[in-house]
Every structure is written in C-alpha cells, then in structure tokens.
C-alpha cells in the first residue's frame, strides 16, 4: 500500500508537471515549514520530533526543487520515488507508529484530493475542446 502511495504521488508530480515546477528553490523553504506546522498540530509532535521533521521537509523539498526539468518522464518520475522514499524511510524514524498511521492518512487523503482536481482539469479540457 506505501508503495503505491508513493508511485501514485510520484506520478501525479510527473504527470502534472506544474506540481512539481510550483516547488522552486525560492519557495521550498516556505512550503516545508509549512508542511512542518501542520505535521505538528496533526501528529501532536513534540519539540525533538519537530526539530526532525522541519530538517527532513526541508531536505526534501530542497530536492524537488533540483530535480532537473530537462529530465525525461521516466527518469523524472524514478526520482521522485527515490525522493519519496527517503522522505517517507526518514519520518518513520522519528514518527511513532500511531503518528506514522495517522500520517499516511492524512496523504493518503491529499492524493485523493489531487487525483479528483486531475480528473476535473481532464474533464474541462475534454468540454472546451468540444
């Protein structure tokens, strides 16, 4: 299931490249602490768990603002999944398991979310190209 999660967010970044271009090296920042606050109201993080997360959000996103866009599809995806993976490998060393189940459901929720936003553009090119 974590895999699939994983592929699936993967390819929603590659599929959607304007996901994965909106993260810049200006902004990436800004989005992990972002990230980082709502995992700690979320998951009730203490302060050590916290001072982890903020590191692991922003090592993260400092690296998906790098991935190169002149990487073709495959290769771009490969590496967000290689990206993913560390990220996901590196919260569930500092997550308890209750916080750790609790924070694939709450991604697992945002892949819904963008999955459907996916499908209604699908849908509206679909109409407008009629």
């Avoid at 990436?28 to 959000?57: C, N, P």
């Avoid at 995806?77 to 709450?106: D, E, F, G, S």
């Avoid at 459907?116 to 090119?125: K, L, S, V």
Wanted: glycine letters at 2%; a positive charge.
């Amino acid at each position: 299931m974590q895999k699939n999660i994983i592929i699936i967010v993967g390819l929603l970044l590659v599929l959607t490249k304007a996901s994965a271009q909106s993260i810049t090296s200006t902004n990436a920042a800004a989005i992990a602490t972002t990230e980082t606050d709502s995992m700690r109201v979320k998951l009730q993080l203490d302060s050590v768990q916290a001072l982890s997360v903020g590191d692991i959000q922003t090592r993260y996103y400092d690296s998906v603002a790098n991935v190169s866009p002149q990487l073709d599809a495959d290769a771009r995806k490969n590496r967000m999944h290689q990206l993913q993976t560390w990220r996901n490998t590196a919260l569930q060393t500092v997550l308890l398991p209750a916080q750790w189940a609790l924070h694939q459901q709450y991604m697992e929720e945002k892949r819904i979310v963008a999955e459907q936003r996916i499908q209604q553009r699908r849908e509206q090119r679909k109409t407008s190209g009629q």
